[in-house]
């Protein structure tokens, strides 16, 4: 978990992710607005994908501090990560939202709008992800794949 001020990691993006600097600063004028969705798509899309910490962290000279802490952490990296912080039916089917399974189980189900419902029939092992206007549907072997679709 990193800790810094906005300025800080802004100057050192620009130094050592030029392009990303460059795509993210304009993001500014669209905070709160419409747009901001669509402006924020349309400048990841135009940087090569790198973590923090290789892209930043491993090269900074500025000098850097650990700090053990007590709290748990999960780095939710992927949505069978999920699967740990959801509730389970008695079929073992982690979820959010409203769930209602028959002969089905070890399933994965999020629902961006917790109310939302999901019925699931004879099916296990399935990711299932409603968000706005879109949904997942893949077996969890697969749900690393969803890159190879693109914009999905």
Request: charge should be negative.
């Amino acid at each position: 978990m990193f800790v810094w001020k906005a300025a800080t990691i802004l100057e050192e993006v620009r130094t050592w992710l030029p392009q990303h600097h460059e795509a993210i600063s304009p993001l500014g004028a669209y905070d709160g607005s419409p747009g901001w969705q669509k402006a924020l798509e349309a400048a990841f899309a135009a940087v090569p994908p790198i973590s923090i910490d290789y892209g930043v962290m491993e090269k900074t000279t500025k000098p850097l501090r650990c700090v053990a802490s007590l709290f748990s952490w999960t780095d939710v990296g992927g949505w069978p990560a999920m699967q740990t912080l959801l509730p389970r039916d008695e079929q073992g089917n982690a979820f959010r939202g409203n769930l209602k399974t028959l002969d089905s189980s070890g399933n994965l189900v999020f629902c961006e709008t917790p109310d939302e419902a999901v019925t699931l029939i004879g099916v296990e092992d399935l990711v299932v992800v409603r968000a706005g206007t879109r949904t997942l549907v893949a077996r969890k072997s697969d749900v690393d794949r969803l890159r190879e679709v693109g914009d999905a």
